[in-house]
């Protein structure tokens, strides 16, 4: 039965591996200026934010720092998230550095036993934000030109965040957090500095790959038919620029972002680009749930965490456009 399974799986991938590059070879030139459209973005607006962020991460960590942290939000984590204090390091990397590092420590922690199962499904949750930099300095300076706009979406997220963290702390409520301060993650080295940027690198780099690959993809959906009466439909109610800036944000959050941005800051504009970037789009849970999944913790919880995500910074989006 497994052997079925596998020879299915394998058979799907393969159709729609060929159908994709069936389209990339009729229109190579649409998909090729969406692959330089999505480097360009990554260039200027995402690894400026990231790769900084995830040297001082790589620092961190090898600076073992985390029982400190540790111990000084140990009640926060406990009250609130239902947790043990160790995964409020993962929670200080992900509001630092971003899509996907808090979802990487959580599986670092879980791996090498330092929280439970249903422990590491409840830090999922609120383990997962955007960094600073990217909504500060990316999104909103570069591409809204307003620093400010993009502090009202990472304020929107961060909101968001904390209250899906105390919705799933009733997640299998009985199982207690397990009491450990110890740092998964630190490692002694002679050349940190090396280690670090390299790491950072690597990392950057391979967001920016998911990123063209999801730019290429979005280029291939949206060149339907149903997809372009969709978008018109839909931006006959909300303006074509934010009907499209969601579907792409779906896909690729940067992208919709982009998109979004085009058409000028409106009242929709806050409240939709909160919902994308607490969303992240396919492309950054793709990436989280891979460092989920291999630290074998239930997938469930952290999608449905998303979502509810997504709903709370657009609500919280509308009450800053009123105020604003």
């Given amino acids: 039965?497994?052997?079925?399974?596998?020879?299915?799986?394998?058979?799907?991938?393969?159709?729609?591996?060929?159908?994709?590059?069936?389209?990339?070879?009729?229109?190579?030139?649409?998909?090729?200026?969406?692959?330089?459209?999505?480097?360009?973005?990554?260039?200027?607006?995402?690894?400026?934010?990231?790769?900084?962020?995830?040297?001082?991460?790589?620092?961190?960590?090898?600076?073992?720092?985390?029982?400190?942290?540790?111990?000084?939000?140990?009640?926060?984590?406990?009250?609130?998230?239902?947790?043990?204090?160790?995964?409020?390091?993962?929670?200080?990397?992900?509001?630092?550095?971003?899509?996907?590092?808090?979802?990487?420590?959580?599986?670092?922690?879980?791996?090498?036993?330092?929280?439970?199962?249903?422990?590491?499904?409840?830090?999922?949750?609120?383990?997962?934000?955007?960094?600073?930099?990217?909504?500060?300095?990316?999104?909103?300076?570069?591409?809204?030109?307003?620093?400010?706009?993009?502090?009202?979406?990472?304020l929107c997220n961060i909101l968001s965040n904390f209250i899906c963290g105390f919705i799933f702390s009733f997640y299998k409520r009985k199982v207690r957090p397990t009491i450990r301060t110890e740092n998964p993650t630190s490692k002694k080295t002679e050349n940190i500095l090396y280690n670090g940027a390299y790491s950072a690198a690597i990392s950057s780099l391979i967001v920016g790959a998911l990123i063209v690959i999801f730019y290429i993809l979005s280029e291939i959906i949206f060149s339907f038919s149903v997809t372009k009466f969709f978008v018109s439909f839909l931006g006959e109610k909300i303006g074509y620029f934010n009907a499209s800036g969601i579907l792409k944000g779906i896909l690729e959050c940067t992208n919709g972002l982009k998109t979004l941005s085009e058409g000028g800051i409106s009242f929709f504009t806050l409240p939709i680009s909160a919902a994308l970037s607490g969303f992240g789009g396919l492309s950054v849970l793709c990436q989280s749930a891979a460092f989920i999944k291999s630290a074998k913790i239930k997938i469930a919880p952290f999608f449905l965490s998303k979502i509810i995500g997504a709903i709370l910074s657009f609500f919280f989006g509308i009450i800053f456009s009123f105020l604003l």
């Fill in 1 to 154: 039965m497994t052997e079925r399974k596998t020879f299915v799986y394998f058979f799907q991938t393969a159709i729609l591996l060929i159908l994709l590059a069936f389209c990339i070879i009729i229109s190579t030139g649409n998909f090729s200026y969406a692959a330089v459209d999505g480097a360009k973005l990554f260039f200027a607006c995402v690894f400026p934010a990231m790769f900084p962020y995830s040297f001082l991460v790589t620092l961190t960590s090898s600076l073992s720092v985390t029982p400190i942290i540790s111990l000084k939000f140990s009640p926060l984590t406990k009250r609130i998230f239902n947790t043990g204090g160790i995964t409020a390091y993962a929670l200080f990397i992900s509001l630092i550095s971003g899509y996907p590092m808090g979802s990487k420590i959580v599986s670092d922690l879980r791996k090498n036993r330092l929280i439970g199962e249903e422990e590491a499904a409840r830090a999922a949750t609120f383990c997962s934000t955007p960094s600073p930099a990217f909504l500060i300095g990316g999104i909103g300076a570069v591409t809204f030109g307003s620093a400010a706009f993009g502090a009202y979406i990472y």
